[in-house]
């Protein structure tokens, strides 16, 4: 069975640092590549960042200034695990984070009934 399993949320002051991160297990071969998403009610599902699997990152512009360069991806292949740095977090950044093995996802609502998701891990960004 694959499985994705994030990890590393929890309850951090406005301005203070977080590193998530999500181990894959039972995949045969090699993950083309992860992304991290967010959620917080009532908002959508909100794409945060993506890596290939040979490490390259993809972001749109818009994205980029979205997060103003205080989220960074990494990706351990030897581990099967990817990492979500958060800098300077903001009170708003308070989500559940999920990773899956899908980059582009765009639906409403995340994790969706298809595809390899994640449990998610909460985050909470107190003021």
């Known amino acids: 069975e694959v499985r994705l399993v994030e990890s590393g949320g929890g309850v951090v002051q406005a301005g203070g640092s977080l590193n998530i991160s999500c181990t894959a297990s039972g995949f045969r071969g090699a993950i083309p590549g992860w992304g991290w998403y967010r959620q917080a009610a009532p908002d959508g599902c909100e794409f945060v960042s993506s890596i290939t699997g040979s490490g390259g990152i993809e972001i749109s512009d818009s994205v980029k200034g979205r997060f103003k360069g205080r989220f960074t991806i990494s990706l351990n292949n030897a581990k099967d695990t990817v990492f979500l740095q958060m800098n300077d977090l903001k009170p708003e950044d308070t989500a559940v984070y999920f990773c899956?093995?899908?980059?582009?996802?765009?639906?409403?609502?995340?994790?969706?009934?298809?595809?390899?998701w994640g449990q998610g891990t909460q985050v909470t960004v107190s003021s």
């Open positions: 899956s093995t899908d980059r582009l996802f765009m639906g409403n609502n995340c994790p969706p009934s298809f595809g390899v």
